[in-house]
């Protein structure tokens, strides 16, 4: 392409940098990939024209090593660096030793980056320039009792949040004068322990905010345009969980005072490229200004599908020195063509406070692509979830002409998915895309901790019994299928005891299938073969006729009423999805049980595999329930584990600084 790069590094990994490549492929740019010593085998390794070894495994030693990255892109040749989102992306010491060695850096200027640096410095920049920001403080003069009285002048409830803070540390709500001292001393400790320094700002709390972003875009000939919103209220943590565009809080009188203000705010830092305006909105259509992030964002698909548009290649042409598309700079807003939605698919357990998981993805079965939906991904089948970086699997876009159909396109998209080794929030994911407060548009920032409950199965849910029928005959059928081709490799194909349908001499012969299901065993005792069985299980019995899987799609008539769901079935796990939920099962031996004993109780095991940070005990220590024994760090998190009974410790297994397996066992105390 004329004036564009002929060769650009991607500094980041998986889905990030696969998505970078797939445009610079299209307009016919070479790509050079970096790879810690985890990520050797990786997709983003496997699709760049070229690929770099940067270090090792952890973050820190290699994709955080902006001399190293640097290093590689001068001999491969690269003429930029595209640093994606995440780890250098907002690195203004890197933008400019990027710039420094004669290599263009994709984003914002190391100017416009200092300047959002700093929250209390932002908010000030952004009162200058007649942005709206929350009433607070942001003073140098961090003494208790000013900040108390500044308090009381802001009023209750407010926020306490770390000056330099960021990801949800260092952040406190006060609800009430006599609450303020204990939470401002508490955010402080955490601010030093975080980021080394304790400066805190007040600010308003927004009651049940939401929280609405706008794409904005500058170049160098001065354009500055804005790309219209995006909602991200739907948040667990403060970390998003389903984003979409255009927000359906936004109307078009506010749409246009908003998309004002954060092309204001992009002007005040002379910004240049894709960036991110991000606003805190009140119910009664009130916004203020929280930050811009000095990149591309992570749900930046949403904003492609509805105004067809590249953002990765814009990116390229503004870096190049091209002036934005004359047609983008004309209008002052630009109409949003139907609705997209964005989730994000983890490795992480919702059941187990959404611990994040690691593994090889033994099976991953996603949607496939259409002009209704797109997958961003960064790992395919067999691929390996690594503890080191963040467990995303894949992200999941929709689009269609109106919110409520591109919900159902949603869930549709993801009842087409399935993944089997680490554990993943899809199942979550179904609950939240079917909830009131999603489909009703009505949620808020703080909505998910409020009620995560309300999106999570409860201990006394039950399967279905046409669903644990239906499951039972998909493994039917499959023996069924299968056993003469097994036969076939045999001495005697034509025997009759290769035959899998309950067939015996005299009598008509019974099977026993066995499922598990969230750690419930069941045990199905069959009769009957071809698709007509009578199934009976705990006192239940059902009736199934004329069964039948095709395409993966189950049909039966179970106790006399026709049923239809999605299933699939493999040696070793079998899906029942009847549209609304899915059912997962383990397909086990009929007879080879024994009931899991051992001594939970006795022993602390590591819930995944990560690295031990620290040990807080030696054998001989008595220990009180739930006392911190050691704590390990895993997918970018520090974990607790904790003493699950008092007693003494008999042993200790593992030491600072150690990469344990999951399931090791790390401590042991002494028998009861």
Same mark, same amino acid.
């Given at each position: 392409?004329?004036?564009?790069?002929?060769?650009? @590094?991607?500094?980041?990994?998986?889905?990030?940098?696969?998505?970078?490549?797939?445009?610079?492929?299209?307009?016919?740019?070479?790509?050079?990939?970096?790879?810690?010593?985890?990520?050797?085998?990786?997709?983003?390794?496997?699709?760049?024209?070229?690929?770099?070894?940067?270090?090792?495994? =952890?973050?820190?030693?290699?994709?955080?090593?902006?001399?190293?990255?640097?290093?590689?892109?001068?001999?491969?040749?690269?003429?930029?660096?595209?640093?994606?989102?995440?780890?250098? %992306?907002?690195?203004?010491?890197?933008?400019?030793?990027?710039?420094?060695?004669?290599?263009?850096?994709?984003?914002?200027?190391?100017?416009?980056?200092?300047?959002?640096?700093?929250?209390?410095?932002?908010?000030?920049?952004?009162?200058?320039?007649?942005?709206?920001?929350?009433? $607070?403080?942001?003073?140098?003069?961090?003494?208790?009792? *000013?900040?108390?009285?500044?308090?009381?002048?802001?009023?209750?409830?407010?926020?306490?949040?770390?000056?330099?803070?960021?990801?949800?540390? $260092?952040?406190?709500?006060? +609800?009430?004068?006599?609450?303020?001292?204990?939470?401002?001393?508490?955010?402080?400790?955490?601010?030093?322990?975080?980021?080394?320094?304790?400066?805190?700002?007040?600010?308003?709390?927004?009651?049940?905010?939401?929280?609405?972003?706008?794409?904005?875009?500058?170049?160098?000939?001065?354009?500055?345009?804005?790309?219209?919103?995006?909602?991200?209220?739907?948040?667990?943590?403060?970390?998003?969980?389903l984003e979409e565009a255009p927000s359906p809080f936004v109307t078009p009188e506010l749409r246009a005072r908003m998309g004002d203000a954060a092309i204001a705010a992009a002007r005040a830092i002379d910004y240049a490229n894709a960036g991110t305006v991000e606003f805190i909105v009140g119910q009664g259509g009130d916004f203020y200004f929280m930050e811009i992030n000095t990149r591309l964002q992570v749900e930046h698909p949403v904003t492609?599908?509805? @105004?067809?548009?590249?953002?990765?290649?814009?990116?390229?042409?503004?870096?190049?020195?091209?002036?934005?598309?004359?047609?983008?700079?004309?209008?002052?807003? #630009?109409?949003?063509?139907?609705?997209?939605?964005? *989730?994000?698919?983890?490795?992480?357990?919702?059941?187990?406070?959404?611990?994040?998981?690691?593994?090889? @993805?033994?099976?991953?079965?996603?949607?496939?692509?259409?002009?209704?939906?797109?997958?961003?991904? $960064?790992?395919?089948?067999?691929?390996?979830?690594?503890?080191?970086?963040?467990?995303?699997?894949?992200?999941?876009?929709?689009?269609?002409?109106?919110?409520?159909?591109?919900?159902?396109?949603?869930?549709?998209?993801?009842?087409?998915?399935?993944?089997?080794?680490?554990? %993943?929030?899809?199942?979550?994911?179904?609950?939240?895309? +079917?909830?009131?407060? #999603?489909?009703?548009?009505?949620?808020?920032?703080?909505y998910l901790d409020r009620h995560l409950d309300e999106f999570l199965p409860q201990a006394n849910d039950t399967v279905p019994g046409a669903v644990l029928a239906a499951a039972a005959t998909a493994v039917l059928l499959d023996q069924e299928n299968t056993a003469p081709l097994l036969a076939a490799s045999g001495n005697d194909p034509y025997s009759p005891w290769a035959r899998a349908d309950g067939w015996r001499l005299g009598h008509p012969?019974?099977?026993?299938?066995?499922?598990?299901?969230?750690?419930?065993?069941?045990?199905?005792?069959?009769?009957?073969?071809?698709?007509?069985?009578?199934?009976?299980?705990?006192?239940?019995?059902?009736?199934?006729?004329?069964?039948?899987?095709?395409?993966?799609?189950?049909?039966?008539?179970?106790?006399?009423?026709?049923? =239809?769901?999605?299933?699939?079935?493999?040696?070793?796990?079998?899906?029942?999805?009847?549209?609304?939920? +899915?059912?997962?099962?383990?397909?086990?031996?009929?007879?080879?049980?024994?009931?899991?004993?051992?001594?939970?109780?006795? +022993?602390?095991?590591?819930?995944?595999?990560?690295?031990?940070? *620290?040990?807080?005990?030696?054998?001989?220590?008595?220990?009180?329930?739930?006392?911190?024994?050691?704590?390990?760090?895993?997918?970018?998190?520090?974990?607790?584990?904790?003493?699950?009974?008092?007693?003494?410790?008999?042993?200790?297994?593992?030491?600072?600084?150690?990469?344990?397996?999951?399931?090791?066992?790390?401590?042991?105390?002494?028998?009861?």
């Amino acid at each position: 392409m004329q004036g564009l790069f002929s060769k650009v @590094l991607i500094a980041n990994r998986g889905e990030i940098a696969c998505r970078v490549i797939r445009t610079c492929r299209r307009l016919g740019i070479a790509t050079v990939a970096v790879y810690s010593e985890a990520d050797a085998t990786a997709q983003h390794v496997r699709l760049a024209d070229e690929a770099w070894p940067i270090g090792g495994s =952890r973050p820190a030693d290699s994709y955080l090593r902006g001399d190293v990255i640097l290093a590689a892109a001068k001999e491969s040749g690269a003429q930029a660096i595209h640093p994606g989102y995440g780890f250098l %992306s907002e690195n203004a010491d890197f933008a400019e030793a990027v710039e420094a060695a004669g290599i263009v850096f994709i984003g914002p200027g190391a100017a416009s980056m200092r300047k959002m640096g700093s929250k209390a410095g932002a908010k000030l920049l952004m009162q200058e320039h007649k942005v709206p920001v929350v009433p $607070g403080y942001t003073g140098e003069d961090q003494d208790p009792a *000013l900040l108390a009285r500044e308090a009381e002048r802001i009023g209750f409830p407010l926020m306490i949040k770390a000056a330099h803070g960021g990801g949800g540390k $260092g952040m406190r709500i006060v +609800r009430a004068k006599q609450e303020f001292a204990a939470n401002l001393e508490s955010c402080q400790r955490e601010a030093k322990n975080a980021f080394g320094r304790d400066r805190v700002l007040l600010e308003r709390y927004v009651e049940r905010p939401r929280h609405i972003e706008f794409q904005v875009f500058g170049d160098r000939h001065g354009n500055i345009v804005h790309l219209n919103e995006r909602e991200c209220s739907a948040q667990r943590r403060y970390q998003k969980v389903l984003e979409e565009a255009p927000s359906p809080f936004v109307t078009p009188e506010l749409r246009a005072r908003m998309g004002d203000a954060a092309i204001a705010a992009a002007r005040a830092i002379d910004y240049a490229n894709a960036g991110t305006v991000e606003f805190i909105v009140g119910q009664g259509g009130d916004f203020y200004f929280m930050e811009i992030n000095t990149r591309l964002q992570v749900e930046h698909p949403v904003t492609e599908l509805t @105004l067809n548009l590249d953002l990765v290649e814009l990116q390229l042409r503004v870096a190049a020195g091209e002036a934005l598309p004359a047609s983008l700079v004309r209008n002052k807003s #630009v109409p949003a063509d139907g609705h997209a939605i964005e *989730l994000r698919l983890y490795a992480e357990d919702p059941a187990q406070n959404f611990l994040p998981g690691s593994g090889r @993805l033994s099976t991953l079965r996603l949607p496939q692509s259409s002009r209704h939906v797109r997958i961003d991904g $960064g790992v395919i089948e067999g691929d390996t979830v690594s503890i080191f970086y963040d467990p995303m699997i894949a992200k999941l876009i929709v689009w269609d002409r109106n919110r409520d159909e591109a919900l159902q396109r949603m869930r549709e998209a993801l009842a087409a998915t399935e993944i089997i080794g680490p554990k %993943s929030n899809v199942e979550f994911l179904e609950r939240l895309v +079917r909830h009131p407060a #999603v489909t009703g548009a009505t949620i808020d920032t703080g909505y998910l901790d409020r009620h995560l409950d309300e999106f999570l199965p409860q201990a006394n849910d039950t399967v279905p019994g046409a669903v644990l029928a239906a499951a039972a005959t998909a493994v039917l059928l499959d023996q069924e299928n299968t056993a003469p081709l097994l036969a076939a490799s045999g001495n005697d194909p034509y025997s009759p005891w290769a035959r899998a349908d309950g067939w015996r001499l005299g009598h008509p012969g019974k099977r026993v299938v066995v499922l598990v299901h969230a750690g419930e065993r069941f045990e199905i005792a069959a009769h009957g073969s071809a698709g007509n069985y009578a199934l009976d299980w705990n006192g239940n019995h059902a009736s199934v006729r004329n069964a039948l899987i095709v395409d993966g799609c189950f049909s039966a008539e179970i106790d006399g009423v026709a049923r =239809r769901s999605q299933t699939r079935i493999d040696a070793q796990h079998v899906l029942v999805h009847d549209g609304c939920t +899915r059912h997962s099962f383990d397909r086990a031996a009929a007879f080879a049980y024994s009931a899991s004993g051992g001594s939970g109780g006795d +022993r602390v095991v590591a819930p995944m595999p990560g690295r031990i940070v *620290l040990t807080k005990v030696s054998a001989g220590d008595g220990v009180s329930e739930g006392q911190e024994l050691a704590i390990m760090e895993a997918m970018k998190m520090e974990i607790t584990l904790r003493a699950p009974r008092a007693g003494t410790i008999a042993a200790v297994q593992a030491q600072a600084g150690e990469f344990v397996e999951a399931d090791a066992v790390l401590i042991k105390l002494e028998p009861q």
